[in-house]
């Protein structure tokens, strides 16, 4: 079960971290991350997140 709290928390002090002109964009690279993703851990679903968090990265470091 994913931790729905935890990765509030987490995105949070990832934005903070960043430049304010950067979160909304950065915002929309965590939305990206968890689209079509499930609160469960079968295979289909953590296929799907690794695919997704390789294009997190890729627009995450794109400025």
């Known amino acids: 079960m994913i931790c729905v709290q935890m990765f509030t928390d987490v995105k949070a002090q990832i934005l ?4 304010a ?4 964009r950065l915002s929309l690279c ?3 991350l968890m689209a079509d993703i499930t609160r ?3 295979s289909k679903n953590r296929d799907k997140f690794t695919q997704n968090l390789t294009i997190f990265r890729h ?5």
Do not use: G
């Open 30 to 32: 965590f939305d990206k």
């Open 59 to 63: 627009d995450f470091r794109v400025k």
């Open 40 to 42: 469960s851990l079968d």
């Open 21 to 24: 002109d950067q979160h909304e």
């Open 16 to 19: 903070a971290s960043q430049p």
